[in-house]
């Protein structure tokens, strides 16, 4: 009986062992970085025509944030803000410092010609970034490796401490030319999901002693609306329009690479040490019964709202334009909560992630940690959100015009101003999503109240004039 009960405590003191280790040992970070995912467009989210089994089970397992908000309404300054935890605005800012100290450090720029010049600034603008204090290298700092793949505007992961990835540098062979866009927005990285998931595979399978950082940010369901019969049998014979079924049939393939990492992680028992975040980079927007297929030899080049998707979305002010569900979800370790009222941005990310894998969160960042939040706690809760944009669309070019607008957002209303036109709008999102009423002269007491908090927020980021952050 003595040797029965000392077994048996035995066994109870080395689980215990066992579980304090697993308990303390920091987890796996993936980051699931969706490419113009507009917030609607989820089953989780209550979309019935879209089909995504694996971020509804996300969804279904982890805390989600419904009203998570981006920095940008478009990607290469909203990625920024996923790497290094700052707003847009105080990143270019400090690259601003960095490339102009380089320029008078460099012994040639000086002699350069016009091009010259602007294909220096081309890449040392990505090579700014070495100088920041990156995710990956807080957690490089931490014992963490790290690998990059997908959407990546920084030339080489290098650049952004990455121990690995993907985009391994730009052809600049191709600078100047129509085919230099696709380099910048990430090389060979842009082959994750869509050509192969091999890097990933293999990366996981050679740090399965962890603890690793992995960036995935396919460039899905970005354009090109080029999905396999796999994902478009879904949606062809839906009574829904032409464009929708081609944004769809992309939403279901980012999905499905999801999946297949999702699985890949399970088989090498890894779903309990890995702690998954997902965002989008900007809103999208592409309701079911809506067609912005204009013509009937319409691509992404010749016809811009099928390239961008309806104007609530992608490179606009709305709340559609910068809105993202954010997801946290680690097995055995979050319980499961969907969060309807707390106002939370991308900038909360980094300190969030840092705080779960128990690295100090550097002073000076925007946001704050979540992780009371997600544990089931309390945390001061923001009462709005103020946004920046030096773009909006534009009918003749894709890739905007150069503007200066402001936004806030509260828990009911959202409020955009174009400051250089004048342009304001007022609307009550809990009852309009689609921004079809504009209150703008109804509340006069309260739209002066939001320019001011714009003005307060200007004098945060010490921004006393536009500041270009679409590079």
């Given at each position: ?195 192969t998931m091999d890097p990933v595979f293999d990366f996981i399978d050679r740090h399965q002693e962890a603890p690793f950082l992995a ?197 009911r209303w959202h409020y955009l101003w174009y400051a250089d036109t004048g342009e304001e709008i007022f609307y009550d999102i809990t ?41």
């Open positions: 009986m003595k040797r029965t009960i000392r077994t048996c405590l035995g066994l109870v003191t080395a689980a215990l062992i066992v579980g304090t280790a697993s308990a303390e040992r920091p987890p796996n970070i993936v980051l699931l970085i969706g490419d113009d995912h507009g917030y609607p467009y989820y089953g989780f989210m209550g979309d019935e025509n879209v089909v995504t089994p694996s971020m509804d089970a996300l969804a279904a397992g982890g805390v989600t944030f419904s009203h998570g908000h981006v920095t940008a309404s478009y990607c290469r300054p909203s990625l920024r803000t996923l790497i290094t935890g700052l707003h847009p605005v105080q990143f270019v800012q400090r690259k601003a410092e960095i490339l102009d100290r380089r320029r008078r450090e460099s012994p040639d720029y000086a002699t350069l010609d016009d091009a010259a010049k602007r294909r220096w600034d081309t890449i040392e603008t990505a090579a700014a970034m070495r100088e920041f204090d990156t995710l990956p290298k807080l957690l490089g700092e931490a014992g963490y490796v790290s690998w990059q793949g997908g959407k990546w505007w920084e030339n080489t992961y290098e650049n952004g401490h990455f121990t690995e990835g993907m985009s391994t540098g730009w052809d600049m062979s191709t600078y100047g030319g129509d085919a230099f866009f696709e380099e910048l927005m990430g090389g060979k990285g842009k082959d994750l999901v869509r050509k960036w995935f940010a396919p460039s899905l369901p970005h354009v090109p609306f080029d999905a396999p019969y796999t994902y478009r049998k879904y949606y062809q014979d839906k009574d829904i329009t032409e464009s929708a079924k081609l944004y769809y049939a992309n939403l279901t393939w980012w999905d499905d690479g999801v999946g297949r990492l999702l699985d890949h992680i399970e088989s090498r028992g890894l779903m309990e040490d890995t702690l998954f975040v997902f965002v989008s980079d900007n809103g999208w927007e592409q309701d079911a019964h809506v067609e912005y297929k204009q013509r009937e030899d319409s691509t992404i080049y010749n016809d811009s709202l099928l390239g961008n998707g309806g104007p609530l979305g992608k490179n606009g002010m709305y709340d559609q334009s910068f809105r993202s569900p954010i997801i946290f979800y680690w097995k055995g370790r979050i319980h499961r909560s969907f969060n309807t009222s707390s106002l939370v941005s991308t900038m909360d990310i980094v300190p969030t992630v840092l705080d779960f894998a128990g690295v100090e969160i550097p002073s000076g960042l925007p946001g704050y940690s979540l992780q009371p939040l997600i544990d089931g706690g309390e945390l001061p809760e923001r009462t709005h959100l103020v946004g920046y944009t030096d773009n909006r669309r534009s009918p003749t070019t894709p890739m905007g015009e150069r503007a200066e607008g402001y936004y806030v957002r509260t828990h009852v309009d999503r689609r921004a079809e009423h504009n209150h703008i002269d109804r509340y006069p007491e309260l739209v002066a109240d939001f320019r001011g908090r714009i003005e307060d927020w200007k004098r945060e980021m010490g921004m006393a004039y536009p500041v270009i952050i679409h590079e």
